[in-house]
């Protein structure tokens, strides 16, 4: 069942423009060599891939609208940027359209551009192959290091990352999504846990310092 499914969502996103196929295409390199390095399943990460960014070409407009159309809450993230709408709109056609039933999958799909506290492998291993593909790193040494650091250790490498977009949307004076300072916010507590940092800086000394700074995170 998985490889007919897998089948008809690629048809799907074949339909789409071409730099956006050959991005898919990019993502999917990166997914199976860490799917291999990871042991994760290749035929389920392989479906993620090529659902993930159905809908990514989509104006804001259309974003809005289909999100409306498949029940998808509009917050006021996505309502200023409704190109963070795409993968929760995917995860619910690749549910009602195409069958996909595989929740892991869905998941990853639904939360591939800002990530969560928690994801499953699957979720992980999209979300940084979707950040450190071939055209993304081209001249971004930063993500070239993230890609390498990924095949060690996988955890540190999407913290690594988010750190570095944080970094870049200050730097541009973007709004950071909530969704992803929360996100971020988990990982850093969990790799404090994991390598047992004493004297951690709090949440609100650390949101000081960076209006300080003049890096200001979003206070959800």
Known sequence: MIAAQIAAVREELLRRPSG???HVERVLDEALRLARRWNADPERLELAVWGHDLFRAEPPAAQIRLAGEVGVEIDADSREYPVLLHGPIAAVVLRERFGVTDEEALLAVRDHTAGLAHMSLLAKILLISDKIESKKRKGVPQLAEVRRLARRDLDTAILC????????????????????????????EEHHRDIAMPGRVSVQAFAAAARREGLVPPTG
């Not at 570095?164 to 992803?180: C, P, V």
């Open 20 to 22: 956006l196929v050959r």
């Open 161 to 188: 990352w988010a750190d570095w977009r944080w970094t870049q949307e200050a730097r541009e004076r973007y709004r950071t999504q909530s969704t992803h300072w929360r996100a971020r916010r988990g990982w850093v």
